[in-house]
Antibody, heavy 120, light 110 residues
Framework: QLQLQESGPGLVKPSETLSLTCTVS??????????WAWIRQPPGKGLEWIGS???????YYNPSLKSRVTVSVDTSKNQFSLNLSSVTAADTAVYYC????????????WGQGTLVIVSA | QSALTQPASVSGSPGQSITISCTGT?????????VSWYQQHPGKAPKLVIY???KRPSGVSNRFSGSKSGNTASLTISGLQAEDEAAYYC??????????FGGGTKLTVL
């Protein structure tokens, strides 16, 4: 059963860059059948799609975050990553990585999520 | 790209049916029959329960069903059970390989 696991610092200072990695296990990130996504959820609030990447490196971003977001993939490590620059307290959230199949328009497998707090 | 609109809360008694609405625009919900629904228990990751408007993933109870009319999608849960108490989020494809979520609905089983 494919699993996703987020990792990275739980505390980031304002104006710095938030960096997270999602490790894919029991499956290949290089499959042409899937995209890989980042989604976040501020405490007590709803979900927000951040961006997605295909194994080839093609990326797709939420227009409201596009200027600050970079998603990349490392097929040799079976990982994909999120960089969010110039963070503020509004970026405090649980960050999830997820899979979305090319033949299913939905996010079918999710990581457990990791809380990132932006604070000095 | 604005968040889809969901009621903040709904409630129902065991055995009853409830419906959660999800209202978007002609640029997202209205243009595509590609709404998905997620169930989220406290402290847990979301779980997919409906995709592409009305399809159920393997293993999801047939008590969950989805539909759409115009710019509004709906999730119906029939035969309400205590374990259904959770937050539910809709999500729509919004074109150009982008997605938009709803604000979430808290379901209380009385």
């Amino acid at each position: 059963q494919l699993q996703l696991q987020e990792s990275g610092p739980g505390l980031v200072k304002p104006s710095e860059t938030l960096s997270l990695t999602c490790t894919v296990s029991a499956g290949s990130i290089s499959s042409s059948s899937y995209y890989w996504a980042w989604i976040r959820q501020p405490p007590g609030k709803g979900l927000e799609w951040i961006g997605s990447i295909y194994y080839s490196g093609n990326t797709y971003y939420n227009p409201s975050l596009k200027s600050r977001v970079t998603v990349s993939v490392d097929t040799s490590k079976n990982q994909f990553s999120l960089n969010l620059s110039s963070v503020t307290a509004a970026d405090t959230a649980v960050y999830y990585c997820a899979r979305h199949p090319t033949v299913m328009v939905a996010f079918d497998i999710w990581g457990q999520g990791t809380l990132v707090i932006v604070s000095a | 790209q604005s968040a889809l609109t969901q009621p903040a809360s709904v409630s129902g008694s065991p055995g009853q049916s409830i419906t959660i609405s999800c209202t978007g625009t002609s640029s997202d919900v209205g243009s595509y029959n590609l709404v998905s629904w997620y169930q989220q228990h406290p402290g847990k990751a979301p779980k997919l329960v409906i995709y592409e408007g009305s399809k159920r993933p393997s293993g999801v109870s047939n008590r969950f069903s989805g539909s759409k009319s115009g710019n509004t999608a709906s999730l119906t849960i029939s035969g309400l059970q205590a374990e259904d108490e959770a937050a539910y989020y809709c999500c729509s494809y919004a074109g150009s390989t982008t997605w938009v979520f709803g604000g979430g609905t808290k379901l209380t089983v009385l």
